[in-house]
């Protein structure tokens, strides 16, 4: 038996698409999928938001921005369901690092680690757990909370559901 939790998958879904537009670079030569977006470039409706992102933001208007930001509209609405999914939550924030950390490496998302890994050991994430993680083996000695936000997460993305 297994249950699909409805928050579960707009959780997933958002941090998916982040790491997933956040992925590693095109080889040196190769062409950009999406060249990189200036200020400038940012339709007046947006000018507002990008000016905030660059205030908090780790990787400016980088990463998942410069996707999010050829849209306006979408740039402010994924914004505000990111901030919602990463800030309104019951988990502690290492916990919600260590998640975001999880999806980041499945995703192989340079970006990603980038901007969360300091992040995570700031909230209290052990170093060596994030360090296991982004080598690609499961984290020793992990704490019994954090065992349950790998084993949760690493599950839902190989298999679409969560066992009991």
Same mark, same amino acid.
């Given at each position: 038996m297994s249950f699909r939790p409805r928050f579960i998958a707009p959780i997933a879904l958002a941090i998916s698409f982040?790491?997933?537009?956040?992925?590693?670079p095109p080889a040196p030569g190769a062409p950009k999928r999406f060249p990189q977006i200036t200020l400038e470039q940012i339709a007046p409706e947006g000018q507002a938001l +990008?000016?905030?992102?660059?205030?908090?933001?780790?990787?400016?208007?980088?990463?998942?921005?410069n996707i999010?930001?050829?849209?306006?509209?979408?740039?402010?609405?994924?914004?505000?369901?990111?901030?919602?999914?990463r800030f309104n939550t019951s988990l502690p924030t290492r916990l919600n690092e260590f998640a975001i950390l999880v999806q980041a490496q499945a995703w192989k998302s340079q970006v990603e680690w980038y901007a969360?890994?300091?992040? +995570?050991?700031? +909230?209290?994430?052990?170093?060596?757990?994030?360090?296991?993680?982004? +080598?690609?083996?499961?984290?020793?000695?992990?704490?019994?909370?954090?065992?349950?936000?790998?084993?949760?997460?690493?599950?839902?993305?190989?298999?679409?559901?969560i066992s009991d």
């Open positions: 982040t790491c997933s537009v956040a992925q590693t +990008a000016q905030e992102i660059i205030k908090i933001s780790s990787v400016g208007l980088g990463g998942p921005y999010m930001f050829r849209s306006p509209v979408f740039a402010d609405r994924m914004k505000r369901l990111l901030d919602y999914l969360h890994y300091p992040l +995570a050991l700031k +909230a209290g994430l052990p170093q060596h757990v994030a360090d296991d993680l982004k +080598a690609g083996i499961r984290p020793r000695d992990m704490a019994p909370d954090e065992e349950v936000v790998y084993d949760v997460s690493t599950e839902l993305m190989q298999k679409h559901e």
